[in-house]
């Protein structure tokens, strides 16, 4: 018989809610919508106790932390100090702790994991851009981790819906993982 750790406390995750991604036409449209819902569950986070942490890519001028596509692109994005990587307009950070990541995945080459358990966080909300990306990636990850992760589909969006579609429906069957609806993130966050 498979013996479960005692859940401890669940932590939102805030992934990529900055301005390089709403440069996308397709993003840019959900824009105000996706962050109302982010604000709510950060919200709801705060009323329940739980952590938020503010998760956005910034990446180096000198290609140090640029990705394979970005060097056969020749171009980087979401310097530090620039617009790119601020944090959207009206997104609510009080109260949030930030962390940078250079990859899709907020575990990949940082100290997320440990900062979880340091907060005796067991279970995950996750949140932010882009769904088939950053969010599932740090989904299989925090599966990876041995960490309960769950998706607010209202708070989360995408440039590729089929695509988001399909990662969404891969989390649920394979990695165990609840996609759940705004209402249901919220109450799960208030506890």
């Not at 709403?22 to 819902?37: G, I, N, Y």
């Not at 986070?45 to 938020?52: I, L, N, T």
């Not at 969006?157 to 209402?183: H, K, V, Y």
Request: charge should be negative.
């Amino acid at each position: 018989m498979t013996q479960h750790p005692a859940q401890g406390r669940t932590a939102l995750l805030v992934i990529d809610m900055q301005n390089s991604y709403f440069d996308f036409p397709e993003l840019e449209e959900q824009r105000k919508s996706v962050t109302a819902k982010v604000n709510e569950l950060i919200r709801a986070a705060r009323d329940g106790g739980c952590p938020v942490l503010l998760i956005r890519t910034q990446h180096e001028r000198d290609r140090s932390t640029w990705t394979v596509n970005m060097h056969d692109d020749e171009q980087g994005f979401a310097f530090p100090g620039t617009e790119q990587s601020a944090y959207v307009a009206g997104l609510d950070t009080e109260g949030g702790t930030g962390l940078v990541k250079t990859r899709d995945s907020a575990f990949f080459d940082t100290d997320l994991a440990a900062r979880l358990r340091n907060l005796d966080a067991t279970h995950l909300m996750l949140c932010g851009i882009s769904t088939h990306s950053c969010v599932a990636q740090t989904a299989i990850d925090a599966f990876a981790h041995n960490f309960r992760a769950a998706v607010a589909r209202d708070a989360v969006a995408s440039e590729n819906p089929d695509l988001s579609r399909a990662l969404l429906t891969f989390l649920e069957d394979e990695m165990r993982q609840d996609i759940l609806e705004q209402q249901d993130a919220v109450a799960r966050l208030r506890g």
